[in-house]
């Protein structure tokens, strides 16, 4: 039998141009909002991505 997954996919937006640029697996028991460093090749830079739904 297989395992159930308790991972969801979850996308991140970019705080300064809003562009949903990554989608990343994230435990469904966690609570807190993601916040990560990520690359936007919109803006061109390094920003601030946040979990969006």
Do not use: D, F, W
Request: aromatic residues 4%.
């Amino acid at each position: 039998m297989s395992k159930v997954s308790k991972m969801k996919k979850v996308p991140l937006s970019c705080e300064v141009c809003g562009n949903r640029n990554y989608n990343i697996p994230k435990q469904s028991n966690l609570t807190s909002r993601l916040e990560l460093k990520k690359y936007c090749p919109r803006c061109n830079a390094h920003t601030l991505h946040k979990e969006s739904k």
